[in-house]
T-cell receptor
């Protein structure tokens, strides 16, 4: 089955800095890669996703890149703000499957 | 708009007792899931259902059972709770394969 590794487990940055979270996946048939943000005490919510037919997607300060050859994808947050502090989860899902595989999460702390 | 609703919000349960966690969605999504979230272990899939009438086992199904009698409801039952089932439980739904998950607000369960 699919295996998703996520690094780092904890990331601490100063406000205004950039943050990068990386994930690798094992199943070359995976073609959908969402990222979820979970604030403390809240439910996970999708913040951005990418499909295997594109290499990069941006939404304001957030971007995701995908390297299918190397089987890794990354979340980039620029100009971080304290409200970006949360746990971020990557996931991978193979085509036609209803079941995503999640990484173990990255706790991002943005210091004011 | 209700979306996906879980009940109860929290519960303290004596070991050996049974309990059913409720999950209801009004989005007519085909797929529904139950995850447990434990510190450092991310989101682990317990059971899932691709469509009404079908269920499947996830990564950590032992000690849990589910049913999917209709599209809207996907209850999770602990037949005889054990302390290792202390966790936060999230129900989620997805309209189709390769689409994002919508999470409920979670149930904090403590088994003593």
């Amino acid at each position: 089955g699919e295996n998703v590794e996520q690094h780092p487990s904890t990331l601490s940055v100063q406000e205004g800095d950039s943050a990068v979270i990386k994930c690798t996946y094992s199943d070359s048939a995976s073609n959908y890669f969402p990222w979820y943000k979970q604030e403390l005490g809240k439910r996970p919510q999708l913040i951005i996703d990418i499909r295997s037919n594109v290499g990069e997607k941006k939404d304001q300060r957030i971007a995701v890149t995908l390297n299918k050859t190397a089987k890794h994808f990354s979340l980039h947050i620029t100009e971080t703000q304290p409200e970006d502090s949360a746990v971020y989860f990557c996931a991978a899902r193979r085509g036609g499957s209803y079941i995503p595989t999640f990484g173990r999460g990255t706790s991002l702390i943005v210091h004011p | 708009t209700a979306g996906i609703t879980q009940a109860p919000t929290s519960q303290i349960l004596a070991a050996g007792r049974s309990m059913t966690l409720r999950c209801t969605q009004d989005m007519r999504h085909n797929a529904m899931y139950w995850y447990r979230q434990d510190l450092g272990l991310g989101l682990r899939l317990i059971h899932y259902s691709n469509t009404a009438g079908t269920t499947g086992k996830g990564e950590v199904p032992d000690g849990y059972s589910v049913s999917r009698a209709n599209t809207d409801d996907f209850p999770l039952t602990l037949a005889s709770a054990v302390p290792s089932q202390t966790s936060v439980y999230f129900c989620a739904s997805s309209p189709e394969p390769n689409e994002k998950l919508f999470f409920g607000s979670g149930t904090q369960l403590s088994v003593l």
